[in-house]
């Protein structure tokens, strides 16, 4: 009973595999195995184009270039594919664009299989320019201060060295700022700190980035004053940087991780490290206390030694899409979503130090229901900022995201707040670009 059971179901499968193969439509076979025209067409235009082939011989009428141009393209193209390479000036009247065909290469007739792409490509004598305006525009010039100091070790910067990021920073963002200054010690960290006329540039309205990540260089002046004289509290030294902001209006910059959680000198601390095996640090009395410090100068408040921790890890966050239209706008690209584990409490750094910020990231969404902190209420990077009166007062960049650093983030939120334009110029005749279009085909489909 069993055996004709199977043998029932056989039949049954085998009628249903023929009355499928005798309705089923198949592809062609170049369909089937063949390329994907439209891509390879584009791809193969961008590619002669990229290399100068292309724009050097649309805009020629010399035969040796045509002809070197009909072989790039049979190089670079599989041989069963064949070409019909169109180029065509363009004319504008009344706002209409029109198109004339102005040379025509193939070499083959083509079937019903078919696919094509186009590129528009400018003459090789037109030049285009992009000039940034300054930061500060034409009212304010504004420094920008990078710490490249060589007696600092960093932390968090996993990858880097405070030295190597300071260089990223300087060819990244020098054209935006009238006038650029590597701060190369702590001793030159000292003269910035003193306003001393020594240094280049102008103390006032200052950007200060901080390339060590959660360790900051400090000064053998203040490491000395707060080890002998304060019970090695060197949080104090975060709030005199809080203060300094303060007064002087900079725009403070910590680039990654949690900030002021060390501080670093590698020759005042020459026996001591931070517990992972770099020396050149001390955090006595610092860790957690030292953002808070930090932001007890910054907004004019009296010092009170405070190691709340106000960092919460938020896993994955998203570009917003502000920061995403000002990628295309600076041509600034990192990876739109990344890692905060070090995202700051709304509600220390709005409520109860009354900053307002300029936010990079999307929040988490709201999940206090299924966890014990509301990741909402987390900030993963911004800028923020402090009011007195009518009166800006400092800003603070805060990074909060997990390393290695990426310094195109960073850049990106100090674009965001300062938001210098852009002019973009184009140099050359008129009418000097051509529409190409590349039509391919496979020899042997149907």
């Given at each position: 009973m069993?055996?004709?059971?199977?043998?029932?179901?056989?039949?049954?499968?085998?009628?249903?595999?023929?009355?499928?193969?005798?309705?089923?439509?198949l592809?062609?076979?170049?369909?089937?195995?063949?390329?994907?025209?439209?891509?390879?067409?584009?791809?193969?235009?961008?590619?002669?184009?990229?290399?100068?082939?292309?724009?050097?011989t649309?805009?020629?009428?010399?035969?040796?270039?045509?002809?070197?141009?009909?072989?790039?393209?049979?190089?670079s193209?599989?041989?069963?594919?064949?070409?019909?390479?169109?180029v065509?000036?363009?004319s504008?009247?009344?706002?209409v664009?029109?198109?004339?065909?102005?040379?025509?290469?193939a070499?083959?007739?083509?079937?019903?299989?078919?696919d094509?792409?186009?590129?528009?490509?400018?003459?090789?004598?037109?030049?285009?320019?992009?000039?940034?305006?300054?930061?500060?525009?034409?009212?304010?010039?504004?420094?920008?201060?990078?710490?490249?100091c060589?007696?600092?070790?960093?932390?968090?910067?996993?990858?880097?060295?405070?030295?190597?990021?300071?260089?990223?920073?300087?060819?990244?963002?020098?054209?935006?700022?009238?006038?650029t200054?590597?701060?190369?010690?702590?001793?030159?960290?000292?003269?910035?700190?003193?306003?001393?006329?020594?240094?280049?540039?102008?103390?006032?309205?200052?950007?200060?980035i901080?390339?060590?990540?959660?360790?900051?260089?400090?000064?053998?002046?203040?490491?000395?004053l707060?080890?002998?004289?304060?019970?090695?509290?060197?949080?104090?030294?975060?709030?005199?940087?809080?203060?300094?902001?303060?007064?002087?209006?900079?725009?403070?910059?910590?680039?990654?991780?949690?900030?002021?959680?060390?501080?670093?000198?590698?020759?005042?601390?020459?026996?001591?490290?931070?517990?992972?095996?770099?020396?050149?640090?001390?955090?006595?009395?610092?860790?957690?206390?030292?953002?808070?410090?930090?932001?007890?100068?910054?907004?004019?408040?009296?010092?009170?030694?405070?190691?709340?921790?106000?960092?919460?890890?938020?896993?994955v966050?998203?570009?917003?899409?502000?920061?995403?239209?000002?990628?295309?706008?600076?041509?600034?690209?990192?990876?739109?979503?990344?890692?905060?584990?070090?995202?700051?409490?709304?509600?220390?750094?709005?409520?109860?130090?009354?900053?307002?910020?300029?936010?990079?990231?999307?929040r988490?969404?709201?999940?206090?229901?299924?966890?014990?902190?509301?990741?909402?209420?987390?900030?993963?990077?911004?800028?923020?900022?402090n009011?007195?009166?009518?009166?800006?007062?400092?800003?603070?960049?805060?990074?909060?995201?997990?390393?290695?650093?990426?310094v195109?983030i960073?850049?990106?939120?100090?674009?965001?707040?300062?938001?210098?334009?852009?002019?973009?110029?184009?140099?050359?005749?008129?009418?000097?670009?051509m529409?190409?279009?590349?039509?391919?085909?496979?020899?042997?489909?149907?």
């Amino acid at each position: 009973m069993r055996t004709v059971e199977v043998l029932f179901v056989i039949v049954i499968l085998l009628g249903a595999f023929t009355i499928t193969t005798q309705f089923a439509v198949l592809p062609s076979s170049s369909q089937a195995f063949g390329t994907d025209l439209g891509e390879l067409a584009q791809s193969t235009l961008e590619t002669l184009d990229a290399q100068g082939v292309l724009s050097e011989t649309v805009f020629s009428d010399d035969a040796d270039a045509w002809g070197d141009l009909q072989k790039a393209l049979s190089a670079s193209l599989p041989v069963n594919v064949v070409y019909n390479l169109s180029v065509y000036n363009l004319s504008t009247t009344s706002g209409v664009v029109s198109y004339q065909l102005s040379k025509s290469i193939a070499d083959a007739s083509f079937g019903v299989d078919s696919d094509s792409a186009s590129l528009l490509v400018a003459s090789p004598d037109v030049t285009f320019t992009q000039d940034p305006e300054k930061v500060g525009g034409e009212s304010t010039d504004i420094t920008l201060y990078i710490l490249n100091c060589n007696d600092a070790n960093g932390w968090w910067i996993t990858g880097y060295t405070g030295q190597s990021l300071a260089t990223e920073f300087y060819n990244i963002l020098s054209p935006y700022f009238t006038t650029t200054v590597l701060l190369n010690s702590t001793a030159e960290l000292q003269l910035l700190l003193d306003n001393s006329p020594s240094l280049p540039g102008d103390v006032e309205n200052a950007v200060v980035i901080n390339t060590f990540g959660e360790a900051v260089p400090i000064p053998s002046y203040y490491a000395n004053l707060y080890d002998t004289s304060y019970s090695d509290d060197y949080a104090r030294y975060c709030y005199v940087l809080g203060q300094k902001t303060n007064t002087y209006n900079w725009t403070w910059v910590s680039i990654v991780g949690y900030p002021f959680y060390y501080v670093t000198n590698t020759n005042y601390f020459d026996d001591d490290n931070n517990g992972w095996g770099i020396y050149g640090m001390e955090d006595s009395n610092v860790q957690q206390a030292g953002l808070q410090a930090f932001l007890q100068g910054l907004t004019d408040r009296d010092y009170a030694h405070v190691s709340t921790d106000i960092k919460q890890d938020v896993n994955v966050v998203y570009l917003t899409s502000e920061s995403i239209e000002l990628c295309n706008e600076y041509g600034i690209y990192p990876r739109p979503y990344q890692t905060s584990a070090r995202a700051l409490d709304e509600y220390y750094m709005l409520d109860t130090y009354q900053l307002s910020a300029l936010e990079l990231f999307n929040r988490p969404e709201d999940d206090s229901g299924t966890t014990s902190v509301d990741e909402s209420d987390y900030i993963p990077a911004a800028t923020y900022t402090n009011i007195e009166g009518s009166d800006k007062k400092g800003a603070f960049t805060a990074i909060g995201l997990s390393r290695t650093p990426d310094v195109r983030i960073t850049a990106l939120g100090l674009l965001m707040y300062y938001h210098p334009n852009i002019y973009r110029s184009e140099f050359g005749a008129s009418g000097k670009s051509m529409l190409v279009t590349l039509q391919l085909g496979q020899q042997g489909g149907t």
